[in-house]
């Protein structure tokens, strides 16, 4: 099941340039939340704060507080224990081009030391129907790479991996940016099927996209949350200027 | 109209012309790259190959003056120098290189690693063979096979080192994105999968290094030494393929000039030999569409 996201007061720093301020916003569990904003915004960065994955850039700082299912993941947990129970899809598909189709999606379990055969048989397999992938790719699953597959399909062997360690929350990192209009869209069906058990966290450009899966949406702009509102209230009746600037395309 | 059509058929002549000019020099750069490699290896089997029969895989040298004999000494010899080299010189290369690539990016101590590996490259091969022998045969007072590997690991360490650096950083950044945020360590990140995506790279690399001191003489001749009996002890001195091709090279006999053209062709024939069986085992198994 998914769990809810509390941020306060996050602030966040790449080297003397300060990329996010002073935000706080709360995420409920199991549902779909947007984020939209032009191009260096601060949303990215923002989901990278919600698993730790900032901090990887040596020139990064961050202060503040996240506390996922009730966890401050700063001060409460390691790094590595918060990324395995927060999962991550990436802009562009990362698949591991020198493992098979089976052993990127057992990946994650694998390099955290699991092992058992039968156990991992099944969590790929439910892994890759859940990604809406297994039907394309069961007959080749240990014999092609993961490189080997179309962008589309690469996307959703990422998900897949992502789901395989079992995941309480999903960031989405403009997962659809690099598709084609049929991919995106599957990609999006897979949205709306995941949030029924996963809280799932979704940057994107497309305000269309952020329409059509998302129940909260968050507007980014130079670094500050100007908007948080169900998506339903973001695109028909904002209550800041600047969010009615962005979504109607006067800016950005 | 019909002057435009007039400069494009000039146009497209000198376009037919550039590009085959630029084949033609292409393909010429390719041979004078080749044609030393080919006829250094055709005169070697021109000058060698009569000189190879059963008994110089099987026999040890024969005193001056006697007939046959052959270079199972220096091949045994060769072999066990080299298996040390290896075990020292792969292990601590790709270890330095990992350090550079993954963990010391931008720090002092990485930029000294660094250069203190490229002065090390270029230190010649004989004040390498000076250093070991002040350094392990002076104390130990016995030339020695295990001498020899250090020198020649030593040797294959800066090359080993900065190949690995440099094929860790062709390996792109998003997929060391995708182990980190699996919740997987970063050092098992780095091992299992930043190492293992640049390992065709990484083990070239140590091939080159490989074939590099297979060849070298200066470093042993204070070192192994030589030794006219097969030996696979490491702490009694030891014969190599180099260092008795240049004692027969040198010597006056024309049977030893003979066995020193046939011991060359061995030698590469060996090393061309060993590199491709690693590259053999090395690909196996890779999969359908991996890059």
Redesign the interface.
């Known amino acids: 099941m998914g769990v809810g996201i509390e941020v306060n007061l996050l602030n966040a720093w790449y080297g003397a340039n300060h990329t996010l301020e002073d935000i706080t916003l709360h995420i409920p569990a199991n549902e779909a939340t947007a984020l939209i904003g032009p191009s260096g915004c601060g949303k990215s960065t923002f989901v990278r704060c919600l698993?730790r994955?900032h901090e990887?850039n040596?020139i990064a700082k961050v202060t503040g507080e996240v506390k996922v299912g009730g966890v401050d993941i700063y001060s409460e947990t390691s790094a590595?224990?918060?990324?395995?129970?927060i999962?991550?899809v990436?802009q562009?598909p990362?698949?591991?081009?020198?493992?098979?189709i089976y052993d990127n999606v057992a990946?994650?379990l694998r390099?955290?030391g699991f092992r058992v055969r039968r156990v991992l048989d099944e969590v790929v397999e439910r892994s890759l129907k859940h990604a809406a992938l297994w039907e394309e790719v069961k007959d080749?699953l240990k014999?092609?790479?993961g490189?080997?597959?179309s962008g589309g399909q690469q996307q959703r062997l990422?998900i897949a991996?992502?789901l395989a360690?079992d995941p309480e929350v999903l960031l989405m990192d403009e997962p659809a940016s690099a598709l084609d209009p049929v991919s995106t869209a599957k990609i999006e069906d897979l949205i709306f099927e995941l949030k029924s058990q996963y809280t799932i966290v979704i940057v994107t450009h497309n305000m269309q996209q952020a329409a059509r899966v998302a129940e909260r949406t968050g507007f980014f702009l130079n670094g500050k949350l100007i908007e948080f509102d169900s998506t339903h209230k973001i695109f028909t009746n904002p209550s800041d200027k600047r969010t009615e600037d962005y979504i109607t395309g006067r800016f950005g | 109209m019909a002057s435009q059509l007039q400069s494009s058929r000039i146009n497209r002549r000198w376009r037919w012309f550039a590009n085959h000019m630029a084949t033609v020099l292409a393909v010429g750069a390719t041979i004078a790259v080749i044609a030393p490699l080919v006829a250094i290896f055709l005169d070697l089997v021109y000058k060698g190959a009569s000189s190879l029969n059963w008994n110089f895989f099987t026999k040890t040298p024969a005193p001056v003056g006697e007939m046959g004999g052959g270079m199972l000494n220096a091949i045994v010899g060769s072999a066990v120098l080299l298996g040390v080299a290896s075990a020292m010189g792969v292990p601590v290369g790709i270890a330095a290189g990992i350090y550079l690539s993954e963990f010391g990016?931008?720090t002092k101590l990485s930029n000294l690693v660094r250069f203190t590996a490229d002065v090390l490259n270029g230190v010649p091969s004989i004040v390498m063979g000076i250093s070991v022998y002040a350094l392990i045969v002076a104390p130990e007072k016995t030339f020695s096979a295990f001498a020899g590997g250090v020198a020649l690991g030593i040797m294959m360490i800066p090359t080993v080192a900065r190949t690995t650096e440099e094929m860790l950083l062709m390996v792109?950044h998003?997929?060391r994105?995708?182990?980190?945020?699996?919740?997987?360590?970063n050092w098992?990140?780095v091992l299992?999968?930043t190492l293992?995506?640049a390992?065709p790279g990484v083990i070239t690399g140590c091939m080159l290094a490989f074939a590099r001191v297979a060849g070298e003489t200066a470093p042993l001749l204070f070192t192994a030494f030589g030794n006219p009996f097969v030996s696979t002890a490491l702490n009694q001195p030891i014969e190599a393929l180099p260092l008795q091709i240049y004692v027969y090279a040198l010597s006056p006999y024309d049977e030893w000039h003979r066995l020193a053209w046939a011991g060359s062709l061995v030698l590469i024939v060996l090393i061309v030999v060993s590199v491709a069986l690693v590259r053999l085992v090395t690909t196996r198994g890779?999969?359908?569409?991996?890059?």
Request: charged share 20%.
């Open positions: 698993n994955m990887t040596p590595v224990e918060v990324r395995r129970r999962g991550m990436f562009r990362n698949p591991f081009p020198t493992m098979s990946s994650g390099l955290n080749d014999k092609k790479s490189a080997s597959l990422c991996r992502a360690v | 990016r931008g792109p998003p997929i994105e995708a182990a980190l945020g699996l919740g997987v360590p098992r990140s299992s999968i293992k995506t390992l890779v999969l359908k569409g991996a890059s």
